[in-house]
């Protein structure tokens, strides 16, 4: 069985930091690809941030510079620390990987941010 369990969300103002972690059980971690997601308010859920096996990573557009993501193989747990936040970044938070064609996710992090 796959689990996937976030944490570290929370209520921020802007231009505060959070750093959200995302521990796995049930998938050989280091070999798949992860990813961080982000479902605002009435809007699908959309990758925030992307890292591969091999420690590349991709990030959208409107993140780049401020989020960072990373990956701890040892513990099976993928982190990201969110810098410079904006009011726009209010959303759950999703980590999620694809095992056997099948996506999974966790149950997600709130995260708000205040102006």
């Known amino acids: 069985q796959v689990y996937l369990v976030e944490s570290g969300g929370g209520s921020v103002q802007a231009g505060g930091s959070l750093r959200l972690a995302c521990r796995t059980s049930g998938i050989n971690f280091k070999i798949h690809r992860m990813g961080w997601y982000r479902q605002a308010p009435g809007k699908q859920r959309d990758l925030v941030a992307a890292?591969?096996?091999?420690?590349?990573?991709n990030y959208t557009e409107s993140v780049k510079g401020r989020f960072t993501i990373s990956r701890d193989n040892a513990r099976s747990t993928v982190f990201l620390q969110m810098n410079s936040l904006k009011p726009e970044d209010t959303g759950d938070y999703y980590c999620g990987v694809t095992w056997k064609s099948r996506d999974y996710w966790g149950r997600g992090t709130q995260v708000t941010v205040s102006s």
């Open positions: 890292i591969s096996a091999d420690g590349s990573t």
